[in-house]
């Protein structure tokens, strides 16, 4: 019974590994790009926005350095990292073979872009 839980065991510890990875490199980019924001607005000296204008805004206010730009970014960073998380975690059933789990990830991941899309209607 013990050398059949080890392959188990082996594809666990691999989705844990491989999830954490994700997580834990989302976040550090994120905080990353945020930190960015906020000296860019304490050197510039501008105040940070209240809230965050459109895709357009967004990109205009990357391109010009702008200090709550960098941070939407780093928010969207944020909102992207459990995406990235799912995907990670349906391919990596996937590749062991267990598509009922792969396919309820893929359930998940739609219902996260879903929620996405309705929340920028």
């Known amino acids: 019974m013990h050398a059949h839980r ?17 997580l834990e490199t989302g976040f550090r980019v994120a905080v990353a790009i945020m930190a960015i924001g906020l000296l860019l607005s304490v050197f510039k000296r501008e105040p940070l926005p209240d809230t965050m204008g459109g895709p357009r805004e967004l990109i205009a ?4 350095a702008n200090p709550g ?5 780093g928010i969207i960073a944020i909102i992207l990292t459990p995406i990235a998380s799912t995907i990670v975690i349906g391919w990596t059933f996937h ?12 359930l998940v991941l ?12």
Not at 6 to 22: C, F, K, W
Not at 69 to 73: A, E, H, T
Not at 110 to 121: A, F, M, N, P
């Open 6 to 22: 080890a392959p188990d065991s082996l594809h666990e510890s691999q989705l844990r590994i491989r999830v954490a990875r994700v």
């Open 61 to 64: 206010g990357l391109a010009s």
């Open 69 to 73: 730009s960098v941070i939407g970014l």
């Open 95 to 106: 590749e062991q073979g267990d598509r009922r789990y792969a396919m309820i990830s893929g």
């Open 110 to 121: 739609l219902i996260l872009l879903i929620s996405i899309g309705l929340s920028l209607l």
